[in-house]
Antibody, heavy 123, light 110 residues
Framework: EVQLVESGGDLVKPGGSLRLSCAAS????????MTWVRQAPGKGLEWVSS????????YYADSVKGRFTVSRDNAKNSLNLKMDSLGADDTAVYYC????????????????WGLGTLVTVSS | QSALTQPASVSGSPGQSITISCTGT?????????VSWYQHHPGKAPKLMIY???KRPSGVSDRFYGSKSGNTASLTISGLQTEDEADYYC??????????FGGGTRLTLL
């Protein structure tokens, strides 16, 4: 059974940093692309970042480019998201998801998701 | 990276059918056949219901049907059941290697 468990969410002050992790199990983690999606309170889903299986291709939404860094450790079946210069607009539940399919080397159709971890940016 | 446009809410009675629209542009839905639909019960993990416009993952009921015409994709749910009450999101690949989501549609069973 595929399991994705996010962790690291916390209350952080504006301008601060946070590192999220996603522990994967139940599938061959090293073979699949991974994606972070977030959902602000009362809002819809927003794509944040994706990383291909070998970390050869990494993609970011314009809203986080230059502030967030995605990485993965295939030996530990772990996906990470380092978030810097956080602002109130970054307050959200952050989900990790895996993709079984790609389109032009980009992961589409997020097949399995975790339950998410809450990041709150507030003074 | 503009969001796709979905109606905020739709409703239907058990047994009826409903359709949720998802409107994009030529930069996403109009050009690429990689529209997905997700079901999200608050507090739970989102679930993939449709991928590549009309394909269903294993285990998803055939009551869920996806289609696309021009810049608009649609999700039709037939034979509504109480467990279908949830939020539904569409997504599409967009030019420039990005993923865009719709704003979400709350499905309410009457």
């Amino acid at each position: 059974e595929v399991q994705l468990v996010e962790s690291g969410g916390d209350l952080v002050k504006p301008g601060g940093s946070l590192r999220l992790s996603c522990a994967a199990s139940g599938f061959t983690f090293s073979s699949y692309s991974m994606t972070w999606v977030r959902q602000a309170p009362g809002k819809g889903l927003e794509w944040v970042s994706s990383i291909r299986s070998s970390s050869g291709h990494i993609y970011y939404a314009d809203s986080v480019k230059g502030r967030f860094t995605v990485s993965r450790d295939n030996a530990k079946n772990s996906l990470n998201l380092k978030m810097d210069s956080l602002g109130a607009d970054d307050t959200a539940v952050y989900y990790c998801a895996t993709s079984l399919r790609e389109f032009f080397l980009f992961p589409v159709s997020l097949d399995y998701w975790g339950l998410g971890t809450l990041v709150t940016v507030s003074s | 990276q503009s969001a796709l446009t979905q109606p905020a809410s739709v409703s239907g009675s058990p047994g009826q059918s409903i359709t949720i629209s998802c409107t994009g542009t030529s930069r996403d839905i109009g050009t690429y056949k990689v529209v997905s639909w997700y079901q999200h019960h608050p507090g739970k993990a989102p679930k993939l219901m449709i991928y590549e416009v009309s394909k269903r993952p294993s285990g998803v009921s055939d009551r869920f049907y996806g289609s696309k015409s021009g810049n608009t994709a649609s999700l039709t749910i037939s034979g509504l059941q109480t467990e279908d009450e949830a939020d539904y999101y569409c997504s599409s690949y967009a030019t420039g290697s990005t993923l865009v989501f719709g704003g979400g549609t709350r499905l309410t069973l009457l």
